[in-house]
């Protein structure tokens, strides 16, 4: 006599091989995807997120005009209010800014000018940094670049505006008038060394500022980014 087979415990093993099948199926896939097309395994963590920040930066990264500019008007802006800030100072201490530096009683000129030069260089670097980080955070990438393209804007404005003066005349000289920096007032003996010092100062201060906080800039998105990845320990 031959023994009888329940059709439900058939079926019941049936089901069961086939969902050994679609698990070992699926867990081929998850392995699959986990894979590069180049058959290598996907980066994750640390990894994956520099890949991706690589691929933003190429996509988006570059100077952006706009983001200097906007860059450069923070910085003009943030000067205007440390040089009032400066000049209500001065003028508390009993310094006179707007005539020749010497103007106080009983410290020789020379040294109130070099001071007032430590000061337009510290009033630079401290404005140009706000104005490259604006640009920076802006822009997203490429920070030192954007602080340098804000330093750009600022002479390429000054160069026009010098040259409208020259042509028109003194009524238009925008960057006189708007009283931005502090003077200083030097006599022709003095300006030849001074003057190119003071130029040479200016420069360097601005520039760097731009440079530091377009990098500065930039930190934040890094921060950003690793916080959507999973870091590797």
Sequence with gaps: MQPTVDPRATGAKDRTAKAGTVDE????ASDDSERTAHGEPAPSGAAARRAVVARQREAFG??????ALF????????AAILTGTVAGAATALGIDTTDRAGALTGVPSE????????????????????GGYVAARMARFNGAVQGLAVWVWALVIAIVVS????????????????????????SPEEFTVAGLVTAGIVLVAS????VLGGMSGTRYHRRVDRAGFVEER
């Design 163 to 186: 040259l409208v003066s020259v042509i028109i005349g003194s009524q238009v000289d925008v960057l006189a008038n708007a009283n931005l920096y502090p003077r200083i007032q030097m």
């Design 62 to 67: 570059g100077v952006k005009l706009g983001s």
């Design 25 to 28: 199926g699926a867990a081929a």
């Design 207 to 210: 520039l760097a500022g731009a």
């Design 111 to 130: 040294n109130v000018g070099w001071v007032a030069v430590a000061a337009l260089a510290v009033i630079l670097l401290v404005s140009y940094w706000c």
């Design 71 to 78: 860059g450069w008007l923070t910085a003009t802006g943030t």
